[in-house]
């Protein structure tokens, strides 16, 4: 059938043909006009339309002309042995894609398959396999990966997935190539799986047990076994106390360049016009700017990579254990464009720190060999194979900064987190001060941040009492905080960070950063906690209006004391029962974007407002 058409203008006569033709050959194999698989470039095969919607995509999308052998319409499957050299034809968009987008996965989740880059097509050839003998639907991947699809949806147990399985291949007809238990299906999708490490740690979180400890039973620094003890205290042999999964970077990013879309996007940056003023991607910052700069060799080459890094603790046993902290290390490629960049298939995950308790200050021993593996990659990585330019070059990267919440900043940078000189802008000139009765430490000198003239620089009763006609201070160079930490500062630091070990890392402007994220939840949170006066969040208390008395501030709010009860004054915060009640009831019918946010509905009791 002629085909030529695909590569036509959508508004020639020769397009509109070869549109009609193609849905009448589909509606004559298929023997259906509601539920066809749309060739788009948008839907790609993925999603089942009437023949009207797919003829208006058609027009307005255009066909996806990486699509030459229409077997999902009807036309018979091509042979396996082709598979290689249709990764090399499909310019990016492989009849695989369908992986990706059920599992949402992109190519560099399919680990490294060496330097030959079409191994990964010999690899999954069963993607040109038929589920059965003549199923034009599903082939033994494609059905395999939706059914993995709905067992981790759903939470399924192997035992029950095995018979799922097992059902599955009774009902369908004989000849189906669908596995009969779980191992089985666990073979055939290994090949897309990740490549990982398992490294044992120290209990105590002291070592790795790799390179020199690799077959050492017992910790050096501090003496506690590697093994595991039981409840009968003893030690099993061969179990570890503490394991920590390394997914290396360097062969997944290899992936991402031997397909060919991906390999275009991480180039972006350079053919974007940025606005002079405006900073609308991190190519405008000034740490990609002084990496360009000061290594011009490394900046010249558009496909060498930026990354950011981000940590944070979470329980993943939910609400039955409330100890248990877990946490993972993810890379960001920053290359993309900013739709793909925050993407969860191009996070990249490298750690797996297990529990039970958090790594804390020591997260720089878990994180050695991620710091290896930069390393490498700043040095640079050769053989690197290029799909959208089809040719080989050298990869390196540099990582820009990392992204935390405050607790966590202070683990990776090494700077304190809390006390009297927890700013790391402010070091040793923190304005901090101690709350006599509520006994926590508060920092009130935010407002030299203002500019010179602000009006509440003068402001005295609504603050502290005080003006304020200080200027901020400069931030510390990363120069000058290795200067500090390697003479021994141990005032405002309280390590020297494992990321100095990079070599540029000391020269970078701003090397950690904040999730904006949680500062906002906390603040939400206390300020309707004292608005709605919820028990256990609400802010306004004795102990807060006693030390607003002792600084000076809002003194007519002072505490009542009566015979039975203290009677707090009303202030300017509190609501009364009609206001409150108005505001949960905006809450309860407040209707937002699906995937905004959860629902609050279910959040708000206006029986207690």
């Not at 067992?151 to 029950?160: L, P, Q, R, W, Y």
């Not at 602000?454 to 905080?481: C, D, M, S, W």
Request: contains cysteine; neutral net charge; aromatic residues 12%.
């Amino acid at each position: 059938m002629d085909k030529s058409w695909m590569h036509s203008d959508r508004r020639s006569k020769a397009y509109e043909f070869g549109v009609e033709a193609f849905l009448n050959f589909a509606v004559e194999n298929l023997l259906t006009t509601t539920h066809i698989r749309c060739p788009c470039v948008k839907c790609v095969n993925l999603k089942l339309f009437g023949v009207g919607i797919i003829r208006d995509d058609l027009y307005f999308n255009g066909i996806d002309q990486s699509y030459k052998n229409w077997t999902f319409h009807g036309e018979p499957w091509e042979a396996t042995t082709n598979a290689s050299r249709n990764v090399e034809e499909d310019d990016g968009h492989s009849r695989y894609s369908f992986v990706s987008e059920e599992i949402d996965m992109d190519d560099n989740d399919f680990g490294d398959f060496g330097s030959d880059p079409y191994e990964f097509a010999n690899v999954i050839g069963d993607g040109d396999q038929p589920v059965y003998p003549g199923c034009r639907k599903y082939t033994k991947l494609s059905a395999l990966v939706k059914l993995y699809n709905l067992k981790a949806k759903h939470g399924m147990s192997d035992v029950c997935f095995t018979e799922l399985l097992i059902l599955q291949g009774d009902l369908l007809p004989e000849g189906n190539t669908i596995p009969t238990s779980m191992y089985e299906a666990k073979k055939t999708l290994c090949a897309l799986g990740l490549s990982y490490e398992k490294m044992h740690a120290c209990p105590n979180d002291c070592i790795l047990y790799r390179k020199e400890y690799e077959d050492s039973t017992n910790c050096p620094t501090c003496g506690i076994s590697r093994w595991k003890q039981g409840k009968d205290s003893i030690l099993k042999e061969g179990v570890p106390a503490k394991v920590v999964w390394y997914f290396p970077p360097i062969p997944r990013f290899k992936r991402m360049f031997q397909s060919h879309e991906t390999a275009k996007s991480l180039t972006w940056h350079a053919a974007r016009k940025s606005i002079e003023g405006q900073m609308s991607h991190p190519a405008d910052s000034p740490s990609w700017k002084l990496l360009d700069d000061k290594w011009p060799e490394f900046g010249n080459e558009p496909r060498n990579l930026r990354l950011a890094l981000s940590s944070d603790g979470f329980n993943p046993h939910s609400s039955l254990s409330s100890r248990y902290s877990c946490w993972p290390v993810i890379l960001v490629t920053y290359n993309l464009p900013p739709w793909l960049c925050m993407k969860r298939k191009f996070m990249m995950l490298t750690l797996l720190i297990s529990g039970p308790k958090q790594p804390g200050n020591d997260i720089d021993v878990y994180l050695e060999p991620l710091i290896d593996d930069l390393k490498s990659l700043w040095v640079g990585i050769r053989g690197v194979y290029d799909a959208h330019n089809g040719e080989y070059f050298t990869l390196r990267a540099a990582l820009m900064w990392t992204i935390n919440d405050f607790p966590a900043y202070g683990n990776l940078s090494g700077c304190v987190a809390k006390g009297y000189k927890a700013c790391p802008i402010c070091g040793d000139d923190t304005p901090s001060h101690r709350l006599k009765n509520g006994h926590k430490i508060c920092y009130i000198g935010h407002r030299k941040w203002l500019p010179i003239n602000h009006p509440y620089r003068r402001q005295r009763a609504a603050f502290n009492g005080k003006p304020e006609y200080g200027i901020p201070p400069e931030p510390l160079t990363g120069e000058e905080v290795l200067h500090m930490v390697e003479n021994g500062d141990r005032v405002c630091w309280k390590k020297k960070s494992i990321f100095f070990d990079l070599e540029y890392w000391k020269y970078l402007p701003v090397r950690h950063a904040l999730d904006v994220m949680h500062i906002e939840k906390n603040v939400c949170d206390s300020i309707i906690g004292t608005l709605l006066e919820i028990p256990g969040k609400n802010k306004d208390g004795i102990a807060a209006r006693l030390d607003l008395l002792n600084m000076g501030v809002k003194t007519d709010l002072q505490p009542e004391y009566g015979e039975r009860r203290t009677r707090l004054p009303p202030g300017p915060w509190n609501l009364s029962r009609a206001e409150k009640r108005e505001v949960c009831n905006s809450f309860y019918g407040m209707k937002v974007p699906e995937g905004y946010s959860s629902n609050i509905k279910n959040l708000v009791s206006l029986q207690d407002s």
